[in-house]
């Protein structure tokens, strides 16, 4: 069974700092990841997604994840953060196109200023 | 705003009672995935719908039904309501029967007392 885990249920960094938050997953096949973003009283928004292909996977408001296969990670990155980014974070995996997607706890990011 | 459409936004009602939440997906999105989120549980993947039919199961209690209409608007029945149903739950839609990116709507708070 395919499952998720973020690292750390909450990140605080300061404005400017990087981001850093942390996806492992098990699956038995190679997964379709993602990231989504939650701000608060919202629903679900994509920031990025890795199917196939190069394993660098950029998204939007300046947010990127790398996909390493030895070890089963999807961390999601952003150089520099900026207040607008303090949100709920949700990892996501699943093993294929069609499969039902299995989503993280979630990691809440707070921006210091 | 991401297309999707849920009514009603907060919903109040006793324990043992029945609720019916809606959802509208976006413009030309043929699939459906409702999902129920609690600070205990997280993100729970309730049900998928697509172009009328079901397509996968999650974590769906048997109080609990679904159906997606001719004009693929969806409703998530809730019956012999329990205090822990109390969650907020998502409607989200996407193109195809593929997982790839999923556009949620605003949620429906449930509050069951």
């Known amino acids: 069974a395919q499952s998720v885990t973020q690292l750390g249920s909450h990140v605080s960094v300061s404005e400017g700092a990087l981001v850093l938050l942390r996806c492992n997953y098990s699956?038995?096949?190679?997964?379709?990841l993602f990231w989504y973003v939650q701000y608060p009283n919202q629903g679900l928004q994509l920031l990025l997604k890795y199917t196939t292909g190069a394993t660098l996977v950029k998204g939007i408001n300046g947010f990127e994840a790398e996909f390493k296969k030895s070890e089963t990670s999807f961390h999601l990155t952003k150089p520099s953060a900026h207040m607008s980014d303090a949100a709920e974070y949700f990892c996501?995996?699943?093993?294929?196109?069609?499969?039902?997607?299995?989503f993280g706890p979630g990691t809440s990011l707070s921006v210091i200023p | 705003d991401s297309g999707v459409t849920q009514t009603p936004k907060h919903l109040i009602t006793a324990t043992g009672q029945r609720v019916t939440l809606r959802c509208s997906p976006r413009s030309g999105d043929l699939s459906v995935y409702w999902y129920q989120q609690s600070l205990d549980q997280g993100l729970q993947f309730l049900i998928q719908?697509?172009?009328?039919?079901?397509?996968a199961k999650g974590n769906i209690l048997e109080r609990f039904s679904a159906q997606q209409f001719p004009d693929l608007h969806s409703e998530l029945n809730l019956s012999s309501l329990e205090l822990g149903d109390s969650a907020l739950y998502f409607c989200a839609s996407s193109p195809g029967r593929t997982l790839y990116e999923q556009y949620f709507g605003p949620g429906t708070r449930l509050t069951v007392t």
């Open positions: 699956s038995s096949v190679p997964p379709y």
């Open positions: 719908y697509y172009n009328g039919e079901e397509r």
């Open positions: 996501a995996v699943s093993k294929t196109s069609y499969d039902k997607v299995i």
